[in-house]
């Protein structure tokens, strides 16, 4: 089995880092895509990197070396893969538009759709150039929170046992759910029970079954053997059936950081600090999930000596990313390393306030650092 140690070193380059700035560490990424290299395989599966939690494209000469293709949710994303990835591109969107299908269809491989409504309405255009699959809703809820929970009540992803037209069928080569977040093998495995209760008298008529994303394989509990175990059964019981998995924050999970600099120093009850980024604009989940982003050398207020709220450099009350305290007074001037900010971050940025976009840069597997974006007004105009 691949250890992942997980050492970064951010820190050895910080005195050249230009804040806000997202530093994506090419030895941590690509210890996640040999881990996801070793789960293809042992288990025989594809792994397809989901657009959605990370295109960080100037990666992607070294993801496309490990990765299959990409999953795109719609046209934009299709492009990216085709342009930049170009190797399979799986295409599924909740509803594809007519304006847009046959572009998609060019530049795909796959195209999961979401209801027999709309497979029946471009059936015609996609069936003989690319192998189009249904993406079902297998109403197994395991997702941590509602916001990211694809199979709660009423949702819109994907068809349930109720809504399914197995006479419409012909002509469908694949099986796709995605009922997952952040989640283990076990939640895998209950997740497939249910799917296979209600749709595995399908499967047998398909090429492939797409598990889908949300499997957390690069985190260190992740039960790899496990779901090697789970894959390979699978596969056995359905004729060697082609299996997908399509993760997006696994690739990226713990790959780098977004490194902010404190502005100023307020007080108001507490000491409060503003710093040079945004929850809500570059690290909008901290505000959405809600999560705590962890920083490097700091604790929960109070459990160290220092006790500061880190706000960010908008007009929003709410823009807080929490409250840290830390070993030594924060100085103006301070850098602070958000830990874990490469998937669902840059995605997701928005300019909101006018606030600038965070560089993006690449600590290079021989330690350069690499800036590969720099954003500035523009961004803010064309946006507006
Ligand atoms: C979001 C999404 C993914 C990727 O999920 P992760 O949690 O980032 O692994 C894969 N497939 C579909 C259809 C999705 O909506």
Known sequence: MIKNPKISKIESIIEKIQTPSYVCEEALLEENLKRLQYVQEASGAKILLALKGFALQDTFYLVRQYLQGCTASGLHEAKLARETFDKEVHTYSPAFKESEIDEIISISNHIVFNSFSQWQKFKSKAQKRVSCGIRINPEVSSAPVALYDPSSTYSRLGVTKKAFKEELLDGIEGLHFHALCEQNVDALEKVLRGFEK??????????WVNFGGGHHITREDYDIKRLVEVIRDFKKRYNDI??????????????????????DIVENGMQIAILDTSAEAHMPDTLAMPYRAEIRGAAKAHERQYTYRLGGNTCLAGDIIGDYSFDKPLKIGDKLIFEDMIHYTIVKNTTFNGIKLPDLALLTKDGNYKILKRFGYEEYKRRN
């Open 198 to 207: 209600n749709f595995g008298k399908y499967i047998p008529r398909m090429r």
């Open 242 to 263: 082609t299996v997908y998995l399509e993760p997006g924050e696994a690739v990226g999970w713990q790959s780098g950081a977004l490194v902010a600099s404190v502005l």
